[in-house]
């Protein structure tokens, strides 16, 4: 249900100060190269999050974007014969919980999720965003405490989508919309109390989608620091905050810059 998240140890780098950054940092293929460079465009961002992995090609994600578009060509032309855009975007969440979000899986990325239906909350999220933004819906993004999701603005009311919930995260009654976001803040002190760190700026904070491109680079960030792959995982952090400059991914940048730093130190005394 949460984007993957660091512990107590970033406290200690919580007071070191990082130049916001003005140009791209390295990137690992040369699609990624090319977008993050790019006029970062909506369509470009979701193109961007397809592009993590060091072997992606951009035939591969515009097939993944063919037939999620053929899917949403089908969403069009039910909106078109409905009068409610509660059923439509009900529909919206049906079809995408059916064809895409099959299985949970914290480390997943939007490639993932296209390719073979492993999702978490945030390639979730952004999912639900690209269609609505294609059959012409306006929707907001929130981070909430180790958590994404979205709310469909409607004119007869909003409409919160929880991905990690398929077929049953549709939330429109307000009762209902609040009782949710109350479990997320509770969720939140449970994670804390495990000893995840509190940062300030992430309580039901609203987000745009380069920022979740941010914070997918940071996930990968976290994941390759767990796997003790420091290189990957400075990277994947000076990327995450090019796109979303916050304290979060200012830490990040420092803990693996340190552990880089650790690991020659410790390859050179070996090799001595």
Request: charged share 20%; aromatic share 12%.
């Amino acid at each position: 249900m949460r984007y993957i998240f660091l512990y107590t140890l970033f406290f200690l780098s919580m007071h070191m100060g990082i130049a916001q950054p003005t140009k791209s940092p390295l990137a690992v293929n040369t699609m990624e190269a090319q977008l993050i460079k790019s006029t970062l465009s909506d369509e470009n961002l979701f193109l961007l999050m397809l592009a993590l992995d060091e072997e992606a090609q951009p035939s591969d994600s515009q097939k993944s974007l063919h037939k999620l578009d053929l899917l949403i060509e089908k969403m069009a032309q039910y909106k078109n014969r409905q009068n409610s855009d509660f059923k439509v975007i009900k529909n919206v969440f049906t079809k995408i919980s059916r064809h895409y979000l099959n299985q949970y899986i914290k480390n997943s990325t939007l490639a993932h999720t296209l390719k073979n239906g492993e999702f978490n909350c945030l390639s979730g999220t952004v999912l639900l965003a690209y269609t609505l933004q294609k059959l012409g819906y306006q929707y907001s993004l929130y981070e909430a405490n180790y958590h994404v999701y979205l709310m469909v603005n409607l004119a007869e009311g909003e409409i919160l989508l929880e991905p990690t919930q398929p077929f049953y995260g549709y939330y429109h009654q307000p009762n209902m919309i609040a009782k949710r976001l109350n479990q997320y803040q509770k969720e939140g002190e449970v994670v804390y109390s495990q000893g995840a760190y509190r940062f300030p700026e992430t309580a039901f904070k609203k987000v745009t989608l380069k920022e979740l491109a941010g914070l997918q680079y940071f996930n990968q960030g976290v994941k390759a620091y767990n796997q003790q792959s420091f290189d990957r995982a400075f990277y994947a952090a000076m990327k995450a905050h090019f796109l979303y400059p916050c304290t979060r991914n200012k830490a990040l940048i420092i803990l693996t810059k340190k552990a880089r730093k650790l690991q020659i130190i410790k390859e050179g005394l070996a090799v001595n």
